[in-house]
């Protein structure tokens, strides 16, 4: 049975992950995802602050020494709370790509392309097979128009397309007005992947001190279904590879997602829960599956319930939110 994919041009064994997460911190427990079988990993962000900080000290071009802007830069972590800075990614990344056979993914997290054309070679030259670009950002200036992100956000590709030999994957968010067109504005920017979705860590409010408190919480399968409608629009109608990343949480969950479209899907949650040999299994689980229904590939998988096989994907979207709705009165 060949469960065999290909990721950003990388070829793996099959389509399980690893995505960003804590889980890239130590180089013994990325050795241990390798022998528990994972496919591929990408590192844990480095974060646009982080790099501007160490290259000028300032975070969005603010001094956090100077007065003026104490308050408003006191949220963010100060530099011995991260687990690596900048120049101890480069080193961690090249000695993780020393020890390990499997592709390692660099990861940028910001909100703007300023600093990361300098740091982007840094991490190809540590070796990265490819870079993966985590753009988070929520915009609160209530006069920035939709228009100048997305523009923001595609320029950023195109200016590090044209530094970069390695793949590039954008991690984005769904909350687009037209999300589809933005997939599409991006792959003809040079992405050669997209990371479905960002999860937005929204605060909640600790009513005794009246104070914003952040907390993680871990993906469920409840999250799943954002993920696996825009897959299944997607699929076969833009060139970039298509990676799903939160809502994974049972094998059930990954065979959805290869249904809708996806090229791979980025764990992190489910590892954290059973520890690294909930890979095998979610790959034993793809196989029995594949073996109950007679496929012999992942090609006979990905994409089977995608929107590429209807007429019309508006109307077959529109169809089944017509349908969905009535079903309560049944």
């Known amino acids: 049975m060949d469960m065999t994919t290909s990721y950003l041009g990388l070829r793996l064994p099959h389509p399980f992950m690893v995505g960003a997460s804590p889980l890239a911190w130590h180089l013994d427990t990325i050795k241990r995802l390798e022998d528990a079988g994972c496919a591929a990993i990408v590192l844990h962000s480095l974060f646009e602050e982080q790099i501007t900080m160490s290259a000028r000290g300032r975070i969005r071009h603010m001094d956090p020494l100077d007065p003026q802007f104490a308050e408003r830069l006191a949220p963010f972590p100060a530099d011995h709370e991260y687990p690596l ?12 790509k020393g020890a390990v056979k499997i592709p390692v993914i660099g990861s940028l997290n910001g909100t703007s392309a300023e600093s990361w ?40 590709v195109m200016d590090l397309k044209r530094v970069l030999k390695i793949p590039i994957a954008v991690k984005v968010s769904p909350f687009f007005a037209a ?23 929204q605060p909640d409010i600790d009513i005794r001190t009246m104070t914003a408190s952040p907390h993680v919480e871990l993906s469920t399968s409840a999250e799943l279904l954002l993920r696996l409608r825009w897959l299944a629009i997607l699929y076969g109608r833009v060139r970039p590879s298509l990676a799903v990343t939160g809502g994974v949480a049972t094998p059930p969950d990954g065979i959805k997602a290869l249904l809708a479209g996806a090229d791979v899907v980025q764990m992190v949650s489910a590892i ?3 520890g690294p040999n909930y890979l095998s299994v979610m790959r034993d689980g793809l196989e029995h599956w594949m ?13 089977r319930t995608s929107l590429e096989r209807s007429a019309d994907p508006s109307a077959f979207e529109r169809a089944n939110y017509i349908r969905a709705l009535q079903s309560w009165y049944t």
């Open 272 to 274: 954290l829960r059973h």
């Open 85 to 96: 800075g900048p120049d101890e990614y480069a080193r961690h990344l090249s000695r993780v």
């Open 117 to 156: 054309l300098t740091f982007s070679r840094i991490i190809e030259q540590a070796g990265a097979d490819a870079l993966e670009l985590n753009l988070y950002e929520v915009v609160t200036d209530l006069a920035v128009p939709s228009a100048a992100i997305e523009h923001q956000l595609c320029h950023g």
């Open 291 to 303: 073996e109950w229904h007679k496929l012999a590939s992942l090609s006979e998988v990905r994409g």
């Open 179 to 201: 999300f589809g067109n933005v997939a599409q504005r991006l792959d003809a920017a040079g992405a050669d992947g997209l990371v479905m979705f960002n999860r937005f860590y």
